[in-house]
Structure formats: structure tokens, C-alpha cells
């Protein structure tokens, strides 16, 4: 601050300018702090909405127990559900089979194509009627 008088108070034109500067700048940068953090957290919504997605299917596919594929959407969320059998050969009317369930999510993202998989293995019965008994 200059004074050019005795008793003279106030800020110059140059100090006022600087400070505005100064307080654009800050701003700026809050701005694009707060841009980032929300674009993480849609981020994250998106990713649990479609987990709840892939696990139900899944849920589902494993009550079922049986090796058919299935498909839908959610909410804008594609999924898949693949079940294969891992036992070789043949097993015999009454014999434990390994069943490997996948659940598949696909989603955009500003964009860009996003997906998660989830897996789980049940040990099924095969009984006389084609039908599974799950252990």
C-alpha cells in the first residue's frame, strides 16, 4: 500500500488487481478438485449398482443350478450368466459335478466401456431325472 499523502488510506489499483488474480486462480483450482472427486464418485456408484447386478444374477443362476446361459439389463447395465460344467467324461446317474457360474456386467462410463466378473463354483448331484441337486 503507497500513500502519497499524510492520513491517506486505501489499496492501489495494482494491489487490488493481484489479489483478484490471486482469489481466480484459487477458485480455478477448487473447481477442478471438486470436478474430479465427483466424477470419481459417479465412478463408484456406477461400479457397486453393478456388482448388486452381477451378484444377483448370479445368485440366481446358482439357485437355479442348471447349465443355461442367460442374459438381460438393469438400469443400463448388461449382464451375462455362462455355467460350465468342469467334471470330465461321463459322471454316471448319481455322481457330484462341478459347475462353474460367471456373471458379467457391462456398463458406460462417460464413454467408456466398463465391466466386472464374478465366479463361484457348486458342487451339483446329477440324479436320474436331469435335474441338479446342489450340495
Known amino acids: 500500500m503507497t500513500r502519497s499523502k499524510p492520513g491517506q488510506?486505501?489499496?492501489?489499483?495494482?494491489?487490488?488487481?493481484?489479489?483478484?488474480?490471486?482469489?481466480?486462480?484459487?477458485?480455478?483450482?477448487?473447481?477442478?478438485?471438486l470436478q474430479s472427486g465427483l466424477a470419481a464418485s459417479t465412478t463408484t456408484a456406477e461400479r457397486a449398482r453393478a456388482l448388486v447386478v452381477a451378484e444377483s444374477a448370479l445368485a440366481l443362476a446358482v439357485k437355479r443350478g442348471t447349465q443355461e446361459t442367460a442374459e438381460g439389463s438393469e438400469e443400463g447395465i448388461d449382464w451375462t450368466v455362462t455355467v460350465q460344467s468342469e467334471s470330465n467324461g461321463d459322471v454316471g446317474s448319481n455322481a457330484l459335478r462341478l459347475l462353474l457360474f460367471r456373471s458379467t456386467a457391462r456398463w458406460n462410463v462417460r464413454g467408456r466401456q466398463e465391466s466386472l466378473t464374478l465366479e463361484t463354483k457348486r458342487a451339483v448331484r446329477s440324479t436320474d431325472r436331469g435335474t441338479n441337486e446342489q450340495q
Open 9 to 33: 488510506a486505501g489499496f492501489t489499483l495494482l494491489e487490488i488487481l493481484l489479489a483478484l488474480a490471486i482469489l481466480v486462480v484459487s477458485i480455478g483450482s477448487i473447481h477442478a478438485v
